[in-house]
């Protein structure tokens, strides 16, 4: 078994208008690099091996919460969010109301058109932790919602149509246990990144 540490990137300017990033790779802010900088990792992880998804936002997360080295892991990148990338969820629903409503009632299932569905995104987050609960030693993973909700949703059941069984905010980071068996289970309640 491995206790594992998903953080979600610090703030980007498209995440300050709210729109959806998937796949494109714009850098942190200005204030995302200042927010980041403040946070602080809980003592306990102070050892952990580190993983990143390869999107820049996420590197440069990772690199100014350690000096350690940083793999990079293609199955943290964010959800591919197709033709919805760029927009905002506001923009969406009011472009069209009830297919968006259809598709958000999929939960797991929703799909962007030409992106992937976070039931997608799941299964790539647990082949990931599967062959993570087989290593030594704690692990933080910098990644982003997308990956940290669908890894939320293997470790609680949560199936995306109801609000989140846990408050995850941005400056908070999501403790897993990772077993061999392929079982994901929530490790407690998010942790706060100490500013």
Do not use: Y
Request: net charge positive; with cysteine.
């Amino acid at each position: 078994m491995t206790r594992l540490l998903l953080i979600r990137h610090g703030p980007t300017e498209w995440n300050e208008a709210r729109r959806l990033q998937g796949q494109a790779d714009p850098g942190l802010s200005p204030r995302g690099r200042a927010e980041v900088l403040s946070w602080r990792l809980p003592p306990d992880w102070k050892e952990a091996c580190w993983l990143s998804s390869p999107l820049r936002r996420a590197r440069e997360t990772a690199a100014l919460l350690t000096a350690a080295p940083v793999a990079i892991e293609p199955r943290l990148i964010e959800m591919d969010w197709g033709a919805f990338e760029g927009r905002t969820l506001a923009d969406l629903r009011a472009d069209d109301p009830a297919g968006m409503a259809v598709n958000e009632a999929r939960g797991l299932d929703f799909r962007p058109p030409g992106g992937e569905s976070p039931r997608e995104v799941a299964e790539r987050f647990r082949k990931l932790a599967a062959e993570l609960s087989e290593t030594p030693g704690p692990a933080i993973a910098v990644a982003h919602k997308g990956v940290v909700r669908a890894a939320l949703a293997l470790a609680t059941g949560w199936d995306m149509t109801t609000r989140p069984p846990l408050r995850l905010a941005g400056k908070h980071a999501l403790a897993l246990l990772c077993h061999p068996s392929g079982r994901i289970e929530p490790a407690g309640p998010p942790l706060a990144l100490a500013e």
